[in-house]
Nanobody, 126 residues
Framework: QVQLVESGGGSVQAGGSLRLSCAVSRSPDNINCMVWFRQAPGKEREGVAGIYKYDGRTYYSDSVKGRFTISQANAKTTVYLQMNSLKPEDSAMYYC???????????????????WGQGTQVTVSS
């Protein structure tokens, strides 16, 4: 069983930064990509960033490109999301997910991902 545990959420003012972490209990061969999704109240879940497990290539949604950075460390057992220049519209529950499919189009379909964490809340005030 793969378990994902997010941490690092909190409240910050617009323009500030936060770093989210996702601890991965194990990473079997059928996991090729780790991604971050977010979901605000009343909105659909939105994929914002992904990273290929084996070579570290990254991809981002247009809404966060240039402000957020996804990375992995600790023999790929930890995935980070560095969020800079935060805006009120970035406020959401942020989820870490893992699955076999990679690439920007997969961010549009949460069902591509087999494993999910419980989420961590990010609130950005203006």
């Amino acid at each position: 069983q793969v378990q994902l545990v997010e941490s690092g959420g909190g409240s910050v003012q617009a323009g500030g930064s936060l770093r989210l972490s996702c601890a991965v209990s194990r990473s079997p061969d059928n996991i090729n990509c780790m991604v971050w999704f977010r979901q605000a109240p009343g909105k659909e879940r939105e994929g914002v960033a992904g990273i290929y497990k084996y070579d570290g290539r990254t991809y981002y949604s247009d809404s966060v490109k240039g402000r957020f950075t996804i990375s992995q460390a600790n023999a790929k057992t930890t995935v980070y999301l560095q969020m800079n220049s935060l805006k009120p519209e970035d406020s959401a529950m942020y989820y870490c997910a893992a699955g076999p499919w990679c690439g920007l189009p997969t961010l549009k379909t949460p069902s591509n991902y087999n494993y999910w964490g419980q989420g961590t809340q990010v609130t950005v005030s203006s």
